[in-house]
């Protein structure tokens, strides 16, 4: 199985201020025939389930906000706030979909406001 | 919009099972795009998926829970189910039920969460 790891564990950052995130897959997750890297990102809230924020690794879903951008390819991926707002504070999760089953997430980071 | 609802007991005695049920709602659980899986988050902890199925049937099961899950599904209720045998404390958890895809596993819509307690 793919394991997924994450760092910082938390961070806390000014309003308005940038915010990175960094997760890492055990091996690739770039599927050389369609270069993509099958790497999603998610949002959890306080009491609320988790949101799909971003898949193959930069690809916003629809809603989400541009200061959310995702980068990165192969093992190693970021997703970035560019600016953050008060309703960002949130537990951020990745997950790797290019060998599945199963679903593995990553341990997930804590980004709340300084 | 699809909406997923978990419904079942919150409180479970250990050794005994757990069984929840997810309704799905404004659209078909017989999609041949999507399965539709559980996921579960003990109290300020990560997210463990458990197990998919297909409206078919097929299903797929975490190695590390296989022995005790058993996911079900009804399309004629538009409802699938999940079994957990023989809980134990490290059960206590909120389970999600969620859709995800049948080519890439992106899990896009998700459930609000049931909190389960195994305790006596």
Known sequence: DIVMTQSPD???VSLGERA???CKSSQSVLYSSNNKNYLAWYQQKPGQPPKLLIYWAST??????DRFSGSGSGT???LTISSLQAEDVAVYYCQQYYSTPPITFGPGTKVDIK | QLQLQESG???VKPSETLSLTCTVSGGSISSSSYYWGWIRQPPGKGLEWIGSIYYSGSTYYNPSLKSRVTISVDTSKNQFSLKLSSVTAADTAVYYCARHGRQQWLVDIWGQGTMVTVSS
Do not use: H, K, Q, Y
């Open chain 1, 10 to 12: 938390s961070l806390a």
């Open chain 1, 20 to 22: 990175t995130i960094n």
């Open chain 1, 60 to 65: 916003r879903e629809s809603g989400v906000p």
């Open chain 1, 76 to 78: 190693d991926f970021t």
């Open chain 2, 9 to 11: 007991p919150g409180l």
